[in-house]
């Protein structure tokens, strides 16, 4: 038996802190109303555009793979759990192996919206045990602030940006992930949405007037979705791991709103203290925001080794999910050596100069004689030929679209 265990953590949020008092300046809102219905009190923003969602993951992840001493080199894959990528495609996942210079990792990213973070670590999870990869990071960034309509108050008091990252690593030791349960209802996909921008709605000056490339959300009917299988997933999902509820020390839940924590928890019969909530300091930063709280939770003493931890998540889609883990992983205790240190130091530009060498290697390429004409990757003649004439079409039909019937 293969066993997954995090070895490694990391978080980074932006400085920017916008307060309630700062909204009630934006839109007709009041702190009493937010704190009242959400418990956020303040929420940090990537007013910086330096603090993207692959710089702000590369710092958490810097810090992981630290912690663990690991090398970037040694990487099998990167997960990127976003719905705020940089662009639709290339991947976040790439940009941020390209930064770590993680020279034999595969990458992708995950779109799951709040619940993507437990989705990449079921996903990490599989590779190791099945053997395919022996380390995994697996990192959660959102900068939601740079999709939310900062005049919709339904919305823009909710969300903060930030990433977390964790570690994982292949043991036969038993231990680490023990157990995952993944779930979706595609039927409330209009509940939470970002409508345009995609393939379905493509960027106009009609979207664009209309806001919508931005977050748009059924507040309520979300609520009610979210307090319901919250619950069901921590049961399940302990039961999978062949433990009771009493056996679960700490329950780390996405960190959306505060009473669809204390509702879904207290329907359970789990105490406050073996709930950990930090989203009045951050608000609702998606798939970073359970890594986030783990870091939190961890650096408070609130996790000790052979804890059994749930993490449970939902979010758009309409998606949930969640994992039950025995932590493993006593807490660093040794200073690090300059030699460590240095090494540490020269990660970075390490990684540039990489990226910058493969650049300029992709470019000489091209001009060495007899090679001239040639990509690295795809020989120029195929490229050149005049594409065969594509068979006539008529336009799809609406029972041949995705959805529809038949
Ligand atoms: N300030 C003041 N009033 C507000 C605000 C605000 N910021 N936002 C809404 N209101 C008003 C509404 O307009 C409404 O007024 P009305 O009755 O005159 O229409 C009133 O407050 C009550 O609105 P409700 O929607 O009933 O308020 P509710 O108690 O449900 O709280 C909230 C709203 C906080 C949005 C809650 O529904 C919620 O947290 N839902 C879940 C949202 C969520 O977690 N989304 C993220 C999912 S994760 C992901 O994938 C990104």
Known sequence: MRYAHIIGWGKYVPERVLTNADLEKMVNTS?????????????????????????????AARKA???????????DLIIVATSSPEHIFPATACLVQNALGASKAGAFDLSAACSGFVYALAMAHAVIASGQAEYVLVIGSETLS???????????????????????????????????????????GDLLIVPAGGSRLPTSPETVAQGMHYIKMDGREVFRFATRVMAKATQEVVAKAGLKLQDVNLVIPHQANERIIHSSMSALKMTPEKVFINLDRYGNTSAASIPIALCEAIETGRVRPNDNLVFVGFGAGLTWAAAAVKWGVPPP???LSWWRRLQIALQGPWASLRSWMLRLGRRLYALIPGYAGESLYLPISRTRESPPAAPARSAPSEETQPGGEG
Not at 32 to 59: C, K, L, S
Not at 147 to 159: A, G, Q
């Open 31 to 59: 702190d009493e109303w937010i704190r009242t219905r959400t418990g956020i009190r303040e929420r940090r923003i990537a007013a910086n555009p330096e603090d993207t969602t692959a710089t702000m993951a590369v710092r």
């Open 65 to 75: 793979l630290n912690m663990a001493g690991v090398q970037p080199g040694q990487l």
């Open 146 to 188: 740079r999709i939310t309509d900062w005049k919709d108050r339904n919305t823009c008091v909710l969300f903060g940006d930030g990433a977390g990252a964790l570690l994982l690593r292949a043991s036969d030791q038993p231990g680490g992930i023990l157990s995952t349960v993944l779930g979706s209802d595609g039927s409330g």
């Open 333 to 335: 205790a040794k200073p």
